[in-house]
């Protein structure tokens, strides 16, 4: 920085916010409830506002203009927060936690793979998923965990297009590895003092070990399907398929078997909580609003009547589906806020941010700002209907970001749009899924948005 913009910076103000406790600062409120602490630091003092942890100073955004310095026109000054060293340690240098020139070349590769038309094919998959789990549901009328059924659906559906492998028979053990290795993640992300992962605690061990499964539960794919490839067999077209033969565009590398297991353990971990957790919200929220669930029935009715399962041309003629689905990223969005650290001293909308601020951009607060989004807490898919907008002025493009924004988006993005979109109208046609009337929705804000004590259901079949 030069000598005139270190003096501009020290001219401008940090962000206001809640004062906190002495030595603590707001660290107690964010460990009883982060969600509370930042919509109450976002009501009070706007939609750019600071807090400390410790000696830790935090930004919290739910303004689209300083996201959109954060995410794109500065994004040359922030890095993914520490926050990651988690999933670093989980998945090993992958797309969601590298950084620089080895994510660049990563992104490159993986890129093509994600194009909408490429995963044109994947349609038939997720419905053949869906509709074998409607199935299942029929035998049934016992109240069930609609939560635990979408991660099991949506686990499947990353298995079969993914790897081309059946996540749901004996490959169990990686579900449950996965598990294990996602709380601990979890847990060493909220930890105050880390523990390494070669320290033997008992929940080390157990994470090690679970670990250790998915690796080599992940290599073997890779491994048969490189001898299936020297054999001249015929391999299936799936995205473990696009990422072998993918090549760097200037040096013709592929990617090393240890760089596709990467890669692939962190497609399967972002590919599949995040979906489950909207899917379910999604259950949550019609289950509540009635008239809409009628109106996404009908569509699907019209569109596909009693039995069809959607497929990729479809999907254009299932508008308000898509609306529902934009919706409930809104309200409930999974990656509820995403995190970076300035590796530079920078000024984001009108307020100072000294290097070393992590700074965080939620989705789940700035889907909650009345600039944006007027009467935040209705649910009301009408505020995506493109063709009649209702609620106000055109919204800036950063004000939605339930997939992060700038270069980092989500690669996944048309993947999870395209599954929900599939799915919902599935399960909707052939049920009424009703939460108990006492239930009470109870968010668990971890490394992603989950319903706290899951989705207790019962099916009536329609
Ligand atoms: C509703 C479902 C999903 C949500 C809400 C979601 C959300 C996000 C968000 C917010 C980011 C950006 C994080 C940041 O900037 O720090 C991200 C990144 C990523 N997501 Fe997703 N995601 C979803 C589904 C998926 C799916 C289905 C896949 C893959 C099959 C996937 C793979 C990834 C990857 C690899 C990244 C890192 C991209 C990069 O940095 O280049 N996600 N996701």
């Known amino acids: 920085m030069s000598s005139a913009a270190a003096n501009t910076q020290r001219l401008v ?9 002495p030595i603590v600062g707001s660290l107690l409120d964010a460990w009883d409830n982060p969600l509370k602490l930042m919509l109450r630091s976002f009501s009070e003092h706007g939609p750019v506002s600071r807090f400390k942890f410790l000696w830790i100073p935090y930004m919290l955004i739910a303004d689209a203009d300083a996201a959109h310095h954060v ?39 993986a890129q093509p793979a994600f194009h909408r038309e490429k995963l044109a094919g994947f349609v038939d998959v997720m419905a053949e998923c869906a509709e074998a789990m409607v199935r299942e549901w029929r035998a049934g009328t016992e109240t069930f965990d609609a939560h635990r059924a979408m991660m099991r659906l949506t686990f499947r559906v990353v298995g079969k297009t993914l790897l081309s492998v059946d996540l749901d028979g004996e490959a169990r053990a990686v579900g449950e590895a996965l598990d294990v290795a996602l709380e601990w993640t979890n847990d060493y992300v909220e930890a105050i003092v880390r523990v390494p992962p070669w320290v033997p605690t008992a929940k080390n061990r157990r994470f090690l070990r679970a670990k250790e499964t998915l690796d080599r539960l992940v290599t ?19 995205l473990l398929q696009m990422l072998l033969e993918a090549r760097d565009g200037d040096t013709g590398e592929a990617m090393s078997d240890e760089q596709l297991k990467n890669e692939l353990l962190t497609l399967v971990l972002a590919g599949h909580e995040t979906t489950a957790n909207a899917l379910t919200f999604g259950l949550y929220l019609l289950s509540k609003h009635r008239d809409v669930r009628d109106k996404l029935r009908a569509e699907a009715r019209a569109v596909l009547g009693d039995e069809r399962a959607p497929t990729i041309a479809d999907l254009p003629k299932l508008p308000y589906t898509l609306q529902v689905v934009e919706e409930v990223l809104r309200l409930y969005p999974p990656a509820w806020c995403f995190e970076r650290i300035a590796i530079e001293d920078d000024v984001v909308g009108g307020f100072r941010v000294p290097k070393g601020t992590i700074v965080g951009i939620a989705p789940f607060v ?24 209702t609620d106000g002025p055109e919204r800036p493009k950063h004000a939605y970001v339930p997939f992060g924004g700038g270069a980092r988006t989500c690669i996944g993005n048309a993947f999870a749009l395209m599954e929900m979109q599939v799915i919902l109208p599935i399960l909707v046609r052939a049920f009424d899924l009703d939460p108990p009337s006492d239930f009470t929705l109870e968010l668990d804000p971890a490394v992603t948005l989950r319903p706290a004590q899951g989705l207790p259901v019962r099916a009536t079949a329609l």
């Not at 103000?13 to 406790?21: D, Q, T």
């Not at 944006?372 to 009649?388: G, I």
Request: no cysteine; net charge positive.
């Open 13 to 21: 103000a940090l962000p206001p916010g809640p004062s906190g406790k």
């Open 71 to 109: 995410l794109v026109s500065n994004a040359k000054a922030y890095q993914k927060s520490p926050n990651y060293d988690g999933l670093k340690i989980m998945l090993g240098q992958g797309l969601l936690t590298s950084e620089g020139e080895f994510w660049r070349r990563q992104r490159k590769l």
């Open 220 to 238: 073997k794919v890779v491994v048969d399907r490189r001898a299936a490839m020297a054999r001249g067999e015929r391999v299936p077209n799936d």
């Open 366 to 389: 700035m889907h909650r700002n009345p600039s944006y989004f007027p009467d935040p807490e209705r649910f009301d898919p009408e505020r995506f209907n493109r063709a009649a907008r």
